[in-house]
């Protein structure tokens, strides 16, 4: 597991085997719907914290989609993204449920926008130019 913010790969992984462990025996309760977007279908927790205790960890949960949690992963290497997502789904109807985290990453990482993006006037071709200059070897 990578580090996030603060948090070491090994605090979080720790961290992860006690949640799982707890989630288990049902100390915890599944994920309920997800806070930022309202989606119900596939969500689970995310925590901004892991600690220092137990307690701390588990007060920092929250409910997310994957589309929402992979997003907030992302604010860091996108925060335009980040902010014109945070908009969307507070101006926007439901969108589907991603098949899991990794789909939004993947096309974030391909250079693809996040499957939230909207443009607007219809998506007219110019609309959709990107200011990237061409850096390969010419064809």
């Known amino acids: 597991m990578n580090s996030y913010k603060q948090w070491s790969g090994l605090t979080r992984e720790r961290r992860f085997r006690e949640y799982k462990r707890a989630r288990a025996k049902g100390d915890i309760p599944p994920p309920g719907p ?8 596939g969500t689970m927790h995310h925590a901004e914290d892991y600690g220092p205790t137990w307690e701390a960890y588990v007060a920092a949960m ?7 949690h992979a997003a907030l992963h992302l604010r860091f290497r996108y ?36 499957p939230f993006v ?20 010419l064809l």
């Open 62 to 68: 929250h409910s997310l989609c994957g589309r929402c």
């Open 34 to 41: 997800c806070e930022m977007c309202g989606q119900t279908v």
């Open 79 to 114: 925060p335009g993204r980040w902010a014109a997502y945070k908009h969307y789904i507070r101006t926007h109807p439901l969108l589907p449920p991603v098949k899991n985290m990794g789909e939004v990453f993947y096309r974030a990482g391909r250079g693809g926008d996040m």
């Open 118 to 137: 909207e443009h607007a006037h219809n998506n007219e071709w110019w609309e959709l130019l990107t200011m990237k200059r061409y850096a390969g070897d």
